[in-house]
């Protein structure tokens, strides 16, 4: 629980501000453009950006496992 002067709790927006949920509208448009991009990574690149997260992916893998 976050204290009232941050905003109160954590799932609420400031002020009595409603947030928006996540429709499924909204997931399958970022779905979509997530799958869009890999492939245009794909077709433009050969990949090579996907490579690029991957390993910095692996990277940050290892950092956290070491301070666990």
């Not at 949920?21 to 492939?39: E, G, H, Y």
């Not at 690029?52 to 940050?60: G, I, M, Q, V």
Request: charged share 20%; aromatic share 12%.
């Amino acid at each position: 629980m976050w204290p009232a002067r941050w905003g109160g709790s954590c799932n609420k927006e400031p002020r009595g501000r409603r947030a928006r949920p996540m429709t499924n509208r909204i997931a399958f448009v970022l779905a979509a453009l997530v799958v869009l991009l890999i492939v245009v990574d794909l077709a433009i690149f050969a990949g090579a950006g996907s490579l690029f997260l991957a390993r910095k992916l692996s990277e940050l893998i290892e950092w956290l496992a070491f301070w666990r």
